[in-house]
């Protein structure tokens, strides 16, 4: 993606499988130009990126986002001297900033929260047709469709959201539901339990399993409701994208989800597992145009407020301007 919107891409081994390779590249990389800033997203990369910062002599400033919770402490002494040359942590929500102060050797001053965004282009509604890809699917334009976006791997609430399905079939009501997503390497026999469990709770006709796609806008905007019953969520960024496209959410009240939903102002909560819940949030919607059509107002304009791409990169370049700027002089008058 960054070759094709013209940035520069310069690749290193990773160090995770080729450590002296990845140390020797990267050591000769950050001693090639006078970088002002180094920016990781995987916390494992200060192994190789420290050392070669040190060897290289680089006075660049670096920056971890975290984008995932730690159950492991990093209170050891080498973790302390890697976290030591960390001028900035981001956290991606509350919940992984909670879980960075408690598991890294960092102050409180040094983590800053900076969200997820996303493209408010790419994400509009006007963009793209509900007709067409209601008719590629084969739903009829009148029934209303409920769908979830996701890996296929446990955690991501795949069998509540089936059990729910199955209660609004169950009481009468007419519902198509989406399971947008496919199983990871090395995860495909939980995708088929997934497949078994919905033909064993007999949804085979009103239950539409996509496979991976990548057209997500597309698919949302052939939604009437967006289900997000993943157990524990570092952020959420379907629920944005949802949320960007017009589409209400029901999401469960959990981790990194309680910053992007306002409860009854954007979405709908329901308890993380309770497939009741889930079916009891679905059923509000579908029956209530106008809830509907409020919640949607009101979570784009929360996604425009504070979850733009474009706010997000500026409070970005604004943490590196503030990292790499010299440090005026106090000005002496007489």
Same mark, same amino acid.
């Given at each position: ?174 519902? %198509?539901?989406? &399971? $947008?997503? /496919?199983?990871?390497?090395?995860? !495909? +026999?939980?995708? #088929?339990?997934?497949? *078994? ?111 733009? %791409?474009?706010? &997000? $990169?500026? /409070?970005?370049?604004?943490?590196? !301007? +503030?990292?790499? #700027?010299?440090?005026? *002089? ?5």
């Amino acid at each position: 993606m960054a070759t094709r919107d013209g940035v520069a891409v310069r690749t290193v081994p990773d160090g995770k499988w080729h450590y002296a390779r990845a140390l020797k590249e990267t050591t000769t990389l950050l001693g090639s130009e006078n970088w002002d800033v180094v920016h990781t997203h995987l916390s494992h990369d200060l192994w190789t990126l420290v050392p070669a910062m040190g060897l290289s002599r680089s006075g660049a400033r670096l920056f971890l986002t975290k984008h995932m919770a730690s159950g492991v402490r990093k209170r050891d002494p080498l973790h302390v001297i890697l976290y030591r040359r960390v001028d900035r942590v981001f956290a991606v929500s509350r919940y992984i900033m909670e879980s960075v102060l408690a598991t890294c050797p960092v102050s409180r001053e040094d983590v800053r929260l900076l969200p997820n965004g996303v493209s408010l282009d790419r994400f509009s509604p006007s963009r793209h047709s509900r007709q067409a890809v209601r008719k590629e699917l084969g739903i009829c334009q009148d029934e209303h469709v409920v769908g979830m976006i996701g890996r296929m791997t446990p955690g991501k609430g795949h069998a509540e959201f089936l059990e729910a399905a199955r209660l609004l079939a169950s009481s009468g009501r007419r519902i %198509i539901f989406l &399971v $947008v997503g /496919a199983a990871s390497r090395g995860e !495909e +026999a939980y995708e #088929r339990k997934i497949r *078994a469990l919905a033909r064993s709770l007999g949804l085979e006709g009103g239950l539409i399993f996509t496979g991976f796609r990548e057209d997500t806008p597309a698919l949302l905007s052939a939604m009437d409701v967006l289900a997000f019953p993943s157990h524990e969520e570092s952020f959420g960024i379907t629920l944005l994208e949802a949320m960007a496209m017009h589409v209400p959410v029901v999401a469960a009240r959990s981790a990194g989800v309680l910053d992007v939903v306002v409860d009854g102002e954007t979405g709908l909560f329901f308890t993380p597992g309770d497939s009741k819940g889930l079916a009891d949030a679905i059923a509000c919607l579908v029956s209530d145009g106008e809830l509907c059509h409020r919640l949607a107002n009101q979570a784009r304009r929360r996604v425009e407020d504070t979850f733009s %791409i474009d706010s &997000v $990169v500026t /409070a970005l370049l604004d943490e590196y !301007e +503030a990292a790499i #700027r010299p440090a005026v *002089a106090p000005v002496t008058t007489v």
